[in-house]
């Protein structure tokens, strides 16, 4: 969450006032992260997370903060913006739209056991039913059409092989897009950023899901995914932990069960996780954007999992 857009201490202070949440303690810029400007907010009544978005519009922008607030509501453990007396939760700091949510306890787990990706798989099922009744609508905009577009504009910088094997599972993936079991996979507002560090735990009990600036309405089981992608691989080879993902799986599935489409296409979508990450950060490292604190990630990482998903299909 790299810092692209300075703010100071004048501007948290009027915040702070907009809100009436307490007086400035602290501000400080959050390393890491490579889309938003965010900072730790601290005032004399909490810690809050402020964040200033970079990317997405102010049209876009209430999907996201109103299916956080739709989530806590159901019980889903997520921040949730703070509104102004009007209760509008979308503001404006720096001249960029911004949003104020409650900081989550606990920390992130790097390092993830069975028991913490069983924590993950229970939590994002839950997540998923109680989002099927939230009521906007906006689609995953880095789902397909995203690839479809971003490709061309990576491949220059690819070798004969890497551009091969891109061009080849983007097409494998329109394929799969246009069948009709794709077509039944059920769907809703989903994540589609649920990695380790968008976790909190407390020992090794889950206190919640954030980071929801990805989200959009897609097929459930892309979301899972994403999570498996992630939780159960291991990072230096791009691997398949097998007893983390089954922890995951059977998690999962004790809260809502998997259809038939979901499971025949189970394979597919861990490949289209990993495309959709490797184009993704082939894209943040070759064409970074001016930030400080900016540490854009290893796109070979996902190539390699992707490379693995290809080569050893995994199933539910």
């Known amino acids: 969450m790299a810092v692209f857009t300075e703010v100071s201490k004048k501007d948290a202070r009027e915040v702070l006032r907009r809100l009436q949440i307490g007086e400035l303690v602290e501000l400080r810029g959050i390393e890491g992260g490579i889309e938003n400007t965010n900072y730790f907010l601290t005032s004399t009544q909490g810690e809050f997370v402020l ?29 949730e913006p ?42 994002l099922a839950r997540m998923h039913l109680v989002g099927r009744d939230y009521d906007r609508h906006q689609p995953n905009l880095r789902g397909l059409p995203w ?24 097409a494998y993936q329109n394929h799969v897009a246009a069948s009709s079991t794709y077509a039944a996979l059920p769907r809703g507002p989903v994540h589609a950023d649920l990695f380790r560090d968008n976790v909190m735990f407390a020992e090794d009990t889950l206190t919640g899901f954030f980071d929801f600036y990805f989200a959009g309405v897609d097929t459930w089981l892309f ?32 809260v809502r069960q998997l259809t038939a489409a979901e499971r025949e296409l189970l394979p597919a979508m861990l490949r289209a996780g990993a495309l959709r990450f490797w184009i993704s950060r082939l894209w943040d490292f070759y064409l970074p954007r001016e930030a400080s604190m900016l540490k854009p990630h290893d796109p070979t990482h996902f190539e390699r999992v992707l490379q693995g998903r290809i080569a050893n299909p995994v199933h539910a």
């Open 51 to 79: 964040t200033l978005f970079e990317r997405l519009t102010a049209e876009q922008l209430p999907f996201y903060l109103h299916l956080m607030k739709h989530l806590a509501h159901g019980g889903i453990p997520v921040p």
């Open 82 to 123: 703070r509104g102004d007396k009007y209760g509008e939760i979308l503001h404006t700091v720096a001249g960029k739209p911004a949003a104020v949510v409650s900081k989550l306890r606990g920390k992130s787990q790097l390092a993830p056991e069975p028991v913490h990706c069983a924590a993950v798989g229970a939590m």
């Open 147 to 170: 690839w479809n577009e971003t490709v061309p504009v990576v491949l220059p910088h690819l070798d004969a092989a890497q551009a091969a094997l891109l061009q080849s599972e983007l």
């Open 223 to 254: 979301d899972l995914a994403v999570c498996l992608n992630d939780w159960c691989i291991d990072l230096p080879t791009g691997a398949h932990h097998a007893e983390r993902a089954a922890a995951m799986l059977t998690a999962y599935q004790s």
